[in-house]
């Protein structure tokens, strides 16, 4: 495992140090396929837009790269542009009949050329704020947030150009917001009422406006472009506190954007437990909402950030016959994440911001202060765009099947 991890990232180097030289392989490319064109007739032609798509899945920097991290990349046209460019940014009028077979949030920006980038200062090795909120009430206390300044936090995040992107799709590395902006994920630990209550409405039960999902769905629908996705740590017995409507909870989540992580059964700390507790803690919470929702959790939050003397079970494990397994272990501390592409990146251990007014002040206010230490998308989730200084920080493993992408920031 560890050898054949060893030669995939050896691999992935070698495919990188392309980068220098992807502009005469993209204009060798170009000939060579001239020259099977002028060379093949009749459905040779379906040969040459395979060995075509092929090759250009293969070599970074031009874009036309399908989008291997999710369907099968097997059809003819998965990616974009295809017309052989060669190594320059492809251009922007170089969507053709090709967007259709993109997924919609691919169609959030085409690729940008190299002063776009660096006009927006994307940088997708940037730290990402995964913000922890307790309690929303009416009322700030220590793991309280008011609604006030709940509602006043969104503002926040939105006009610093923040976008939402659900836990699951960091840890995925799948982040899809516009070019020019950043995520930023919300968590909300404990599944507290004021999370989520439901309330009586047209034609069922509705999120009340004052609890946080109400909240948050009002704050989306006049701010779009800002998202609603979020991440709601429950336990077992009766998370938000009204037992006859979890399961209806737990779906409309679901059904709307936002999912469900696990924070133990029972808010055990975990510092304290064995490795079959650790086991009994993650699966048969797992287990009940796979039960509930044939939906899996992926994450854990740690109640107390307590951290079990062994890591068996932590990641992955079975309880009552049923296996699991979390992509992501969430601290309760406290700073910026690091970028899902980043060496820094490690699963086991993902710090978080406490949602109170003085640590978003003190993180928020940093990430203000050092734009440059923060992460900017290129708007395309099948490709990730770095700074040319920072090739060492990348994480070839966390990059998987897409394409990486560098670019010249030349400081003023
Ligand atoms: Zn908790």
Request: with cysteine.
């Amino acid at each position: 495992m560890k050898h054949h991890r060893q030669e995939s990232e050896n691999e992935r180097r070698d495919r990188y140090r392309t980068y220098s030289v992807s502009i005469l392989a993209g204009f060798s490319l170009v000939v060579f396929l001239g020259a099977l064109v002028l060379y093949s007739t009749g459905n040779a032609g379906e040969l040459f837009s395979g060995i075509k798509g092929r090759l250009e899945a293969r070599l970074p920097g031009n874009g036309c790269v399908g989008r291997s991290d999710k369907g099968t990349g097997d059809g003819p046209d998965t990616g974009t542009g295809g017309s052989g460019t060669g190594g320059s940014a492809i251009q922007p009028g170089d969507e053709t009949g090709n967007e259709a077979a993109l997924e919609p949030h691919d169609k959030l920006q085409t690729q940008l050329d190299d002063a776009e980038l660096a006009r927006l200062r994307v940088n997708e090795l940037g730290r990402v704020p995964i913000i922890m909120y307790h309690n929303i009430q009416d009322y700030e206390a220590e793991w309280v947030r008011s609604r006030a300044n709940f509602r006043k936090d969104l503002e926040r995040f939105y006009n610093l150009g923040y976008s939402l992107v659900l836990l699951s799709d960091y840890l995925d590395g799948n982040i899809a917001v516009p070019a020019g902006r950043s995520p930023l994920v919300l968590t909300f630990d404990d599944g507290t009422r004021g999370q989520f209550r439901m309330i009586e409405g047209d034609g069922g039960l509705i999120p009340d406006p004052e609890c946080a999902v109400g909240i948050l769905l009002e704050f989306s629908r006049t701010h779009p472009e800002f998202g609603h996705a979020a991440t709601f740590f429950v336990n077992s017995g009766n998370p938000f506190g009204d037992r006859s409507q979890v399961e209806a909870k737990f779906k409309f989540l679901l059904e709307n954007g936002m999912e469900i992580g696990n924070h133990t059964r029972s808010h055990k700390n975990l510092a304290y437990a064995s490795p079959e507790e650790v086991a009994e803690e993650i699966g048969s919470l797992v287990n009940e909402v796979r039960a509930m929702c044939g939906y899996d959790t992926v994450s854990l939050a740690l109640p107390y950030g307590g951290y079990p003397k062994s890591t068996e079970n932590l990641m992955s494990g079975t309880w009552n016959g049923q296996e699991y397994e979390n992509k992501g272990i969430l601290l309760v501390g406290a700073e910026p994440a690091p970028s899902p592409f980043s060496k820094k990146f490690n699963p086991l251990a993902i710090p978080r911001i406490r949602g109170s007014q003085e640590e978003l002040d003190k993180w928020m206010g940093e990430l203000e202060r050092y734009p440059d230490t923060r992460f900017v998308s290129d708007g395309r989730s099948d490709v990730v765009t770095i700074r040319e200084a920072d090739e060492m920080s990348l994480s070839p493993e966390r990059t998987g099947d897409r394409t990486v992408r560098t670019y010249a920031l030349s400081e003023e």
